[in-house]
């Protein structure tokens, strides 16, 4: 017998990260080949916007999933989230001539704690948010605390692109294929701060750290190009990343919800403490997931290069994170 349907809500649907996501969830590479889903998409209450809407809708439509149980067009989030499973939430402000990351934190806390007041009032009690809209981190952190009735757990941001730009890079370097790589993390905030550690990776279960054995490469070459990788997709596209972001969003989820087994992945989650990290702060943590929960890789030994650059990026979070607090 075929699965029941789920609801996924996906906003900022008919930006350019919407249009990588879409067919791929419609297609079932997010959720299984078993899983039929209903796409509730989500766009703003904007004459351009909608039609855009419209176009992507009538592509999904013209590709004949067979998973694609039904589609719906919103543009206010207490219909597009009502009873929904799985939240993507892409659509946020872009950063604009002249703006400062301040601004940009407040434009965005005003969409984030509506989204996240509505997924409180409508959505699934087990809804499974990710957050991908810039500031992520913070974003996902303004609207876990916007919804307190549900699980604080159920609310992540988007780090996986990072791993995913970290594996790449020492596949490169070490002259190994990506598939075979383990244990890579990437702590903190989605940013130039964020601090991709390889101390606990293999191939093939030799550790990568002594195949390089460099840490001047480390400090200087590695985390500085996975740092500032997506400047370098701007710079180099003229427009951000989005075929990629894509497509890290769906190995979230998919992990997610379908399980890593062994494997580490990693999410931004909000913190239990782990590590030092006070509660509720939205960091990327190693996790491994089962049976729809993630559980973080705890104990894993921190020197103090790793300690100074997890203090970094903690310090920028905390920072974002009191610039929202009178908003909250
Ligand atoms: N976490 C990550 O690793 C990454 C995050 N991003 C971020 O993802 C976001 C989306 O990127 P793109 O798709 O390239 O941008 P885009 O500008 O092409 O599309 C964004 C869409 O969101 C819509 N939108 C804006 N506010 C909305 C709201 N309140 N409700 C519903 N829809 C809304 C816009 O109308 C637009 O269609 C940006 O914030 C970008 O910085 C991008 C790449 C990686
Ligand atoms: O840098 C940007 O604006 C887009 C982004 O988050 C990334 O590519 O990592």
Redesign the pocket.
Known sequence: MSKKPVRVAV?????????ALLFRIASGEMLGKDQPVILQL???P?EK?QK??KGVMMELEDCAFPLLAGMEAH?D?MN?FKDTDYALL??????GPGMERKDLLAA?AQ?FT??GKALDKVASRNVKVL????P?NTNAYIAMKSAPSLPRKNFT??????HNRALSQIAAKTGTAVGDIEKMVVWGN?SPTMYADYRFATVNGKPVKDMINDQAWNKDVFLPTVGKR?AAIIEARG????A??AN??IDHMRDWALGTGSKWVTMGIPSDGQYGIPKDTMFGFPVTTANGEYTVVDGLPIDEFSQERINLTLKELQEEQQGVAHLL
């Open positions: 906003t900022g649907a008919a930006g350019q990260i919407g249009y989500l766009e703003i904007d916007a855009a809407l543009s989030p597009a892409v659509g946020a402000r872009p950063r965005n969409i509506a989204q957050v991908v809209g810039n992520a941001a988007m780090l996986r692109l990072d989605h997506g427009l951000s990343s989005a990629s972001a890290a969003a």
